[in-house]
């Protein structure tokens, strides 16, 4: 492979590692949201909500970066983008083996993240139904009060 080719391509593998530690660090995240909604430490939980949004930004960032270095290898190598993937699962070079040993990872990391963060929302929608309860069981408490002062 030519040397301008390698070294995209490393650039791609260190994009790479960049996005699987940030979806890493998204699914740890969810799993420490989920004990923090547990023990009700809502201020923690609004830092954590935020800390993620950053997280995505950065990620979206990261997807800019590889689509730009994609480009200029399918260009190079006057291939399609739609066909980067199948150009190179043919060549059996190891940079080219880690970028896919590296997306493979970071499909797994995503679905990993994804089902922690679906866990969290049920249990946030569970918790908000149950506030809802307490707060219309403390209004039928107020009601019958109010009866009671009235009967005095």
Same mark, same amino acid.
């Given at each position: 492979?030519?040397?301008?080719? *390698?070294?995209?391509?490393?650039?791609?593998?260190?994009?790479? $590692?960049? $996005?699987? =530690?940030?979806?890493?660090?998204?699914?740890?995240? /969810?799993?420490? $949201?989920?004990?923090?909604?547990?023990?009700?430490?809502?201020?923690?939980?609004?830092?954590?909500?935020?800390?993620?949004? =950053? %997280?995505?930004?950065?990620? /979206?960032?990261?997807?800019?970066?590889?689509?730009?270095?994609?480009?200029? %290898?399918?260009?190079?190598?006057? %291939?399609?983008?739609?066909?980067?993937?199948? =150009?190179?699962?043919?060549?059996? @070079?190891?940079?080219?083996?880690?970028?896919?040993?590296?997306?493979?990872?970071?499909?797994?990391?995503?679905?990993?993240?994804?089902?922690?963060?679906?866990?969290?929302? /049920?249990?946030?929608?569970?918790?908000?139904?149950? *506030?809802?309860?307490?707060?219309?069981?403390?209004?039928?408490?107020?009601?019958?009060? @109010?009866? %009671?002062?009235?009967?005095?």
């Amino acid at each position: 492979m030519r040397d301008d080719i *390698t070294k995209t391509f490393n650039d791609l593998i260190e994009l790479l $590692k960049e $996005k699987l =530690h940030l979806f890493e660090m998204l699914y740890h995240s /969810n799993r420490e $949201k989920r004990n923090q909604l547990k023990i009700d430490d809502i201020d923690s939980l609004a830092e954590s909500m935020q800390l993620d949004a =950053h %997280i995505i930004d950065e990620i /979206n960032l990261i997807d800019v970066q590889l689509a730009s270095h994609k480009k200029k %290898i399918a260009e190079t190598c006057g %291939i399609s983008e739609i066909d980067f993937d199948s =150009h190179f699962s043919a060549i059996n @070079e190891s940079i080219v083996l880690s970028y896919f040993k590296l997306q493979h990872e970071i499909e797994d990391a995503l679905i990993k993240a994804l089902g922690e963060n679906e866990a969290f929302c /049920n249990e946030l929608q569970e918790t908000m139904f149950n *506030t809802h309860k307490d707060m219309e069981e403390i209004g039928r408490m107020k009601k019958l009060f @109010e009866k %009671i002062k009235l009967v005095r």
